[in-house]
């Protein structure tokens, strides 16, 4: 059984890393756990009864565990592994890897895959546990795993319904503020106004379309300060926000792991803006985000 071992980030980050693990538990016939879902496991009907978070999903049991309980366990596994790793447990029935600062895993590897199958238990702690090709084969294994419950589910359909009734090209807009206000010194910030100029470069690129724009944000937004755009915004509720994201027609906003997983989801083509002013040319392919 390979253990994922260690929390990073939020949603996204932990998506992708799961997914990544998901994938390799599949290829090499293994098992996985990831305690260190414990603070978004409750958004997903595969991991809400499971305080271990498994893939293949268990049986639920009778009573959905506390946050308290998943927190508790995911710091111990935590602790214990790098508890394990310090002593040198890197091989064996019980063994540890870990990915130091922007070291990464070939999850694809001979080596990884000698080490997830002779390990009964392998704690891994890292962020850059990865391998394209086999999330691409595993894809929609994953996207079934993260399935959401009926409840979102039903709040997503009704939002992307509003917006296809008077929309035929419907276009997803991540303003992230909150914690991009400091992250990289505020790099990817940008003001209202600038989206908003943003989405009026891509409305012009669609003549005698009908151009409406979901806009989602970890912030409170005006709508006066996207003028005469069609402009929705989304639930406001994190994991509905991104599953509507999911249905959209094309993505847009800072890099974020938050947009990429709904690329990945729903097969959006996603343009992340490196700057406020990024060049959007829907004359060439976007692809959706590689995971």
């Given at each position: 059984?390979i253990?994922i071992?260690?929390?990073?980030?939020q949603?996204?980050?932990?998506?992708f890393?799961y997914a990544?693990?998901?994938a390799?538990?599949?290829t090499?016939?293994?098992?996985?756990a990831?305690?260190?879902?414990?603070d978004?496991?409750?958004?997903?009907?595969s991991t809400?009864?499971?305080?271990?978070?498994?893939?293949?999903?268990?049986?639920p049991?009778?009573?959905?565990?506390?946050?308290?309980r998943?927190r508790a366990l995911?710091k111990s596994?935590y602790?214990?592994?790098?508890?394990?790793?310090?002593?040198?447990?890197?091989?064996g029935?019980?063994?540890?890897?870990r990915?130091?600062?922007?070291?990464?895993c070939?999850?694809?590897?001979?080596?990884?895959?000698?080490?997830?199958?002779?390990?009964r238990h392998?704690?891994?702690?890292?962020?850059l546990?990865r391998s394209e090709?086999?999330l691409?084969?595993?894809?929609?294994?994953?996207?079934?795993?993260?399935q959401?419950?009926?409840?979102?589910?039903?709040?997503?359909?009704?939002?992307?319904s509003t917006?296809?009734q008077?929309?035929?090209?419907?276009?997803g807009?991540?303003?992230r503020h909150?914690?991009?206000?400091?992250?990289?010194?505020?790099?990817y910030?940008y003001?209202?106004?600038?989206y908003?100029?943003?989405?009026?470069?891509?409305?012009?690129?669609?003549?005698g379309?009908r151009?409406?724009?979901?806009?989602c944000?970890n912030?409170?937004?005006n709508?006066?300060?996207?003028?005469?755009?069609?402009?929705?915004?989304?639930p406001?509720?994190?994991?509905?926000?991104m599953?509507?994201?999911?249905q959209?027609d094309?993505?847009?906003?800072p890099?974020?792991t938050?947009?990429?997983w709904?690329?990945?989801?729903?097969k959006?083509?996603?343009?992340?803006?490196?700057q406020?002013?990024?060049p959007?040319?829907?004359?060439q392919?976007?692809a959706?985000?590689?995971?």
């Amino acid at each position: 059984m390979i253990i994922i071992a260690r929390s990073y980030g939020q949603l996204g980050n932990r998506l992708f890393l799961y997914a990544h693990m998901i994938a390799a538990a599949r290829t090499h016939g293994v098992s996985l756990a990831n305690p260190c879902f414990a603070d978004y496991a409750h958004l997903f009907p595969s991991t809400a009864d499971d305080l271990w978070c498994r893939y293949p999903r268990v049986a639920p049991t009778d009573a959905s565990p506390s946050l308290l309980r998943r927190r508790a366990l995911a710091k111990s596994i935590y602790v214990s592994a790098r508890c394990l790793d310090a002593i040198g447990f890197h091989r064996g029935p019980l063994a540890t890897l870990r990915l130091r600062g922007d070291e990464n895993c070939d999850l694809a590897s001979d080596e990884f895959a000698d080490l997830a199958k002779r390990s009964r238990h392998l704690l891994a702690l890292g962020w850059l546990f990865r391998s394209e090709t086999l999330l691409a084969q595993h894809a929609d294994a994953v996207r079934e795993h993260f399935q959401i419950s009926p409840r979102h589910n039903q709040n997503v359909r009704e939002a992307i319904s509003t917006l296809r009734q008077r929309a035929d090209f419907v276009v997803g807009v991540h303003i992230r503020h909150g914690d991009y206000a400091t992250f990289l010194d505020g790099k990817y910030y940008y003001t209202s106004w600038q989206y908003a100029a943003a989405m009026r470069r891509i409305a012009e690129q669609l003549p005698g379309r009908r151009v409406a724009f979901l806009v989602c944000s970890n912030s409170s937004l005006n709508r006066h300060d996207f003028g005469d755009l069609d402009v929705q915004f989304g639930p406001g509720h994190i994991i509905e926000d991104m599953y509507c994201f999911a249905q959209t027609d094309l993505l847009i906003g800072p890099p974020s792991t938050y947009t990429g997983w709904a690329s990945f989801f729903g097969k959006v083509p996603l343009v992340a803006m490196h700057q406020a002013d990024t060049p959007i040319d829907l004359s060439q392919p976007i692809a959706a985000a590689a995971a």
